[in-house]
């Protein structure tokens, strides 16, 4: 981003050293009501790219909403407004405001890309965005506005979602118009699933769900013939919350309910495909649905309840107290990872979400042998010790797919984004590879895993993408 226009010099003999950004603000204003008037926003653009040139690595400002409503300006004037939005992260342009994520969510809602709204909204609340309140608040409303777009009928293709080129597929594998073909083309065989249960009305209990974000702990809700006691909610999505229960007030009896607005089956279809190709031996290590209640404006998956927290939970409590994880373990999980998604990928299924907040913690209630066959084996108390893989709603069923397909979409999941996804290149298995490394990394050092893309010196012709540690 150059400076080429000569009011920046002039501006800037104005600026004050208590706040140099004020005299620009004065300046933009001014060329903002100038712009709306006579229909030309050239000087207007120029002037919010050289303040943004000026001030992005002042400190001062990092934090400051004045200068985050200046970004905003810019990227509303530009075509590329992902590009912008990662320069504001890059610049860590109020990272920790949830102004940023609402602002941003609101821009892309208008675009239509409303999978990539949601996705800002997780990422805020993910990083504790302040006020909170307000930004939970603004993604309620936002699913709400989903939900009636969706009962009815209103979503458009709002992107290309299927190309073709020299023979090979490209297909966004998330996009709403791919799922909701897939679904569509699958709906006689899920209808035939066990525990699947239909209902075209919507949901009509006693509590009513919308007040289970608000207040939980020890409901009672009834959902196609059992009474579930809310004790908690175990973990909160875009789009869904999770809680744990116990069925029929039975403390021995605990599963995790997936209530999702608006509905969605996919999830339940996926697990299905893994109970039908995944071997009963290794069928622990990748979660289990029991049943599906699908109703016009909510769904309620019922899965297993594993009581020991996710991976990232036990990453988190080393760096608690500044340590890391010992070394010994990040292999013996290293190699719990490897073994997961090899299982995976020969069954034809990408996971898509591969991070630690997905992997439950598994321990056997027998004590562990030293039985090398064990070990290796998964056999005897080894079977139930380990990781269990979860949320499949980004689940990819490859066998739904022509073997020249590939993927184009984007997880907009921070952190983990794979180097294809990065470059707007087609993926397959690499979002789960890239995944597996980011965790490795993590246990490793507290921290994702920087890339940056540099020559080879082997190889002059080509780039190689290296990882810096």
Known sequence: MAVSSRN???????????????????????????????????????????????????????DDVRFLKIWFLHMDGSSEYERVFKEMEQNKICLRNA???????????????????????????????????????????????????????????????????????????????????????MNSEIVKYEGYHLNNKAYTGKVALSSLQKSARHKIIDIGGYKYQIKGCAGQGGFAQVFKAYVDSNPNDVVALKIQKPPFPWEFYMYRQLDMRITEQERANFGFSHRLHLYSDYSI??????????????????????????????????????????????????????????????YSRDDLTESKDDFCMHTGPWRDQGLCLVDWGRGIDLSLFSEKTKFIGDSRTSGFRCIEMQENKPWTFQVDMYGLCVIVHTMLHNSYMEIEKRASPEWWLCLSTQITL
Not at 29 to 56: G, M, P
Not at 148 to 167: A, C, L, P, Y
Request: glycine share 4%; net charge negative; proline share 3%.
């Open 8 to 62: 920046a010099e002039s501006i800037s003999s104005l600026s004050s050293t208590d706040d140099p950004l004020l005299p620009w603000l004065q300046y933009i204003e001014k060329a903002l009501q100038n712009s709306i008037q006579s229909n030309n926003s050239t000087d207007l653009d120029e002037l919010v790219s050289n303040c943004i040139y000026t001030f992005r690595a002042d400190p001062r400002y990092r």
């Open 99 to 185: 102004l940023l994520y609402e602002s941003f969510a609101l821009f892309l809602e208008a675009k239509g890309r409303l999978i990539d709204a949601c996705m800002i909204y997780h990422l805020g609340i993910s990083r504790n965005a302040q006020p909170l309140g307000r930004l939970k608040k603004a993604q309620v409303l936002f699913l709400e506005r989903m939900s009636e777009r969706v009962t009815n009928g209103s979503f458009q293709k709002i992107e290309n979602d299927v190309s073709s080129e020299n023979g090979e597929n490209f297909v966004n594998p998330w996009s709403v118009t791919t799922l909701k073909n897939l679904l569509q083309k």
């Open 301 to 362: 998956l019922v899965s297993d309840y594993l009581a020991h927290g996710t991976l990232q939970d036990a990453i988190n409590s080393n760096a608690v107290i500044g340590g890391s994880m010992e070394e010994v373990l990040c292999i013996y999980y290293t190699i719990e990872l490897l073994h997961i998604i090899e299982i995976l990928h020969d069954t034809a299924i990408i996971h898509g979400d591969f991070k630690p907040d997905n992997l439950l913690i598994r």
